[in-house]
């Protein structure tokens, strides 16, 4: 299938700093990207979906000036926390998709805010 | 609250156990029905997925799976498990159509005995 990979896998971070997180397609172009958090034991929340060279359209309570999301081409999304603080911390997921074919999902990045 | 439910959240089977793991949904009107396969530290992989037709689908690995509508499920099921099929599985719904918006449930954790 096809590899989106997600990067970096592992962050650590002080409070009030931000973080990128990049989620690139590596074989097949991305129209459509899509930003998952995860807690422990819980299921994956959607977070936001961003369409290739427009805004990203966020879920309901999701802090879009806390939770920037940039598509900048057909092959990467930006996720930037910023201002981190320790309830930031989780494990975020990426899953991009070409014209409603198959979405293939990132390894994940786990954020540690301290 | 509209949601995805799984109803176990850990399995324990033997090795040739049949294996069946209930989902339901509670949106109206037309949805796709997805089972995710999450192997230890690896991507979210699609096991199968319903978008139309025969209510009962076949995925990789020898899983399969029932819609039945009138009941709001999406059972996974697999007659004899191996050992390889400890993982974490999810059932996941759209209701935009393809893979948009995927909304997940809780997963299950699933851990075969040899």
């Known amino acids: 299938g096809a590899v989106v990979s997600q990067h970096p896998s592992r962050v650590i971070c002080k409070s009030g700093t931000s973080v990128k997180i990049e989620c690139r397609s590596l074989?097949?172009?991305?129209?459509?990207m899509f930003w998952y958090r995860q807690f422990p034991k819980q299921s994956l929340m959607l977070m936001a979906t961003s369409n290739e060279g427009s805004k990203a359209t966020y879920e309901q309570g999701v802090e879009k000036d806390k939770f920037l999301i940039n598509h900048a081409s057909l092959t990467l999304s930006t996720l930037t926390v910023t201002s981190a603080h320790p309830e930031d911390s989780s494990f975020y997921i990426c899953?991009?998709?070409?014209?409603?074919?198959?979405?293939?999902f990132g390894q994940g990045t786990r954020l540690t805010v301290v | 609250a509209q949601s995805v439910s799984q109803h176990n959240h850990h399995v324990i089977l033997s090795e040739a156990a049949s294996l069946e793991l209930g989902c339901n949904y509670s949106y109206g009107g037309t949805v796709n029905l997805f089972w995710y396969v999450q192997y230890p530290g690896q991507h979210l992989q699609l096991l199968l997925k319903y978008f139309s037709g025969d209510p009962l689908v076949k995925g990789i690995k020898g899983f399969e799976a029932e819609f039945i509508k009138s009941k709001f499920s999406f059972n996974l099921r697999k007659p004899s498990v191996q050992w390889s099929d400890t993982a974490e599985y999810f059932c996941?719904?759209?209701?935009?159509?393809?893979?948009?918006?995927?909304?997940f449930g809780a997963g299950t954790r699933l851990a075969v005995h040899p």
């Open positions: 074989d097949f172009q991305a129209t459509t």
């Open positions: 996941a719904v759209s209701r935009l159509g393809g893979y948009n918006k995927l909304i």
């Open positions: 899953s991009a998709t070409d014209r409603d074919t198959e979405a293939f």
